[in-house]
Each structure stands twice: as structure tokens, then as C-alpha cells.
């Protein structure tokens, strides 16, 4: 058997996304606690949403948020940006990694797909879809699907 192993889905592979979980978990608490020698950082609450890291594990995106609208995202992704080697340094004490992954922020917009999703189900043509029987029911008049009326 061969010692590379490549992944060949479409999805992340089960590394990535436990170096991602570990990454997030490791930049929670060194917000949460305040651990960075930035007044401004340590000023801001900031929830790390996700963290999806590259193939190679070299390069890891930090998809962030500010708690309740304190700041707006550009600020608290510029401090992030700004104390970026720090954080890297925090994440590579951590971790067991042969390289520290570079560190690169984005805002974090679940939240906005989450509220068009609710305007979407408020919307009343899509109640309407919704609310609508199936249409297996409709022509058999049953709702299992297999012919016989009950």
C-alpha cells in the first residue's frame, strides 16, 4: 500500500477539518482571554465562526464575526490582519502541525444566508408551496405511496 494518500471527494478530507476545528478552538480562547498585546484587539468581542484550511494544511481561512454589531467587520478583520503573526505564533504553540498555517480573515456571513433564508419561508408564495399536500398524495389519495387507499 502506498504511504501517499490523496483525497479524492469533493468535500474537505477529515484532517482538514479537524485542523480547522482545532485552529478555531485555539483563536476562541486567545480572544476570549485577551492574550494579544493589542488594546484595540482585546477591545473587541469577536466569534470565530470557522476555520476551512487548504489541502496542505498551509493555509487556513478565518471566517470571523463581531459579537452584536460592536464594530464593524472591516475593523475587527484589520486588527486581526494587524496582529496576524501573533496569532499564528498562538495557533503553532498549540498545535502538533510540521507548519504553522497562514492565517488569512474573512467575515463570517452565515448569519446573513440564515436571515434570507427565514425572509425566504416568510415569503407567503413559499407558505403557500410549502403548506401544499404532496403530489404522490394527491394522485393515490394516500400517503404512503403504494396505491392502496386505507
Known amino acids: 500500500m502506498?504511504?501517499?494518500?490523496?483525497?479524492t471527494g469533493q468535500g474537505p478530507s477529515q484532517r482538514q477539518l479537524r485542523v480547522g476545528e482545532?485552529?478555531?478552538r485555539t483563536?476562541?480562547?486567545?480572544?476570549?482571554r485577551a492574550e494579544i498585546h493589542d488594546p484595540e484587539l482585546n477591545a473587541m468581542?469577536?466569534?470565530?465562526?470557522?476555520?476551512?484550511?487548504?489541502?496542505?494544511?498551509?493555509?487556513?481561512?478565518?471566517?470571523?464575526?463581531?459579537?452584536?454589531g460592536s464594530v464593524p467587520v472591516a475593523e475587527a478583520i484589520a486588527a486581526l490582519a494587524r496582529n496576524k503573526a501573533e496569532?499564528?505564533?498562538?495557533v503553532a504553540q498549540d498545535m502538533t502541525l510540521k507548519?504553522?498555517?497562514?492565517?488569512?480573515f474573512r467575515p463570517d456571513e452565515t448569519f446573513d444566508r440564515l436571515d434570507d433564508t427565514r425572509r425566504m419561508?416568510?415569503?407567503?408564495?413559499?407558505?403557500?408551496?410549502i403548506a401544499q399536500p404532496d403530489d404522490a398524495e394527491d394522485q393515490n389519495g394516500d400517503a404512503d405511496g403504494d396505491g392502496a387507499r386505507d
Open 2 to 7: 502506498s504511504n501517499k494518500r490523496t483525497h
Open 22 to 24: 482545532l485552529i478555531r
Open 27 to 32: 483563536l476562541s480562547d486567545v480572544l476570549n
Open 45 to 68: 468581542s469577536i466569534t470565530v465562526g470557522e476555520v476551512s484550511c487548504s489541502p496542505d494544511l498551509k493555509i487556513a481561512t478565518v471566517y470571523v464575526m463581531p459579537l452584536m
Open 87 to 90: 496569532l499564528r505564533h498562538r
Open 99 to 104: 507548519y504553522a498555517p497562514d492565517l488569512r
Open 121 to 129: 419561508f416568510s415569503d407567503p408564495a413559499v407558505a403557500r408551496d
